[in-house]
C-alpha cells in the first residue's frame, strides 16, 4: 500500500529563471524564408468576402429611462442583444429609401 502513495516534495512558485528556462525549451517551427524576394501580386486573384461585417462607430446617445426599458423588453422578448435591436430598427427605418 506504501507505494502507491503520492508524496508532495515541493509547492513553491517557481522563479523568474525556471520560468524562463521552460519557455525556451518550447519547439518554434521556422517559417519559409523569401530570401529577399518581394510577393509578386500580379498573380493574385481578386477575391470577394460578403461575410465581412462594416466598421462601426461608437456613439453616445442619450433616451428617456422608460424608452430604454422597453427597447431593452422587446429585445429580450426577440432574443437579441438591445443594441442589436436598435441597430436593426434603425437600418429597416432608414436604408428603405
Same mark, same amino acid.
Given at each position: *500500500? @506504501?507505494?502507491? =502513495?503520492?508524496?508532495?516534495? $515541493?509547492? @513553491?512558485?517557481?522563479? @523568474?529563471?525556471? +520560468?524562463?528556462?521552460?519557455? !525556451?525549451? =518550447?519547439?518554434? %517551427?521556422?517559417?519559409?524564408?523569401?530570401?529577399? #524576394?518581394?510577393? !509578386?501580386? &500580379?498573380?493574385?486573384? #481578386?477575391? &470577394?468576402? %460578403?461575410?465581412?461585417?462594416? $466598421?462601426?462607430? $461608437? /456613439? &453616445? =446617445? +442619450?433616451?428617456?429611462? &422608460?424608452? =430604454?426599458?422597453? /427597447?431593452?423588453?422587446?429585445?429580450?422578448? @426577440? !432574443?437579441? %442583444?438591445?443594441?442589436?435591436?436598435?441597430? *436593426?430598427?434603425?437600418?429597416?427605418?432608414?436604408?428603405?429609401?
Amino acid at each position: *500500500m @506504501r507505494n502507491n =502513495l503520492i508524496r508532495v516534495i $515541493s509547492i @513553491r512558485s517557481m522563479n @523568474r529563471k525556471e +520560468r524562463f528556462t521552460i519557455t !525556451d525549451k =518550447l519547439h518554434v %517551427p521556422e517559417m519559409p524564408a523569401t530570401e529577399g #524576394r518581394a510577393t !509578386d501580386w &500580379s498573380k493574385a486573384e #481578386r477575391i &470577394s468576402m %460578403p461575410n465581412l461585417k462594416f $466598421s462601426t462607430e $461608437s /456613439i &453616445s =446617445l +442619450r433616451l428617456p429611462v &422608460s424608452l =430604454l426599458h422597453s /427597447i431593452k423588453a422587446a429585445a429580450n422578448k @426577440r !432574443d437579441v %442583444p438591445y443594441q442589436s435591436l436598435i441597430k *436593426m430598427t434603425l437600418a429597416e427605418k432608414f436604408l428603405k429609401g
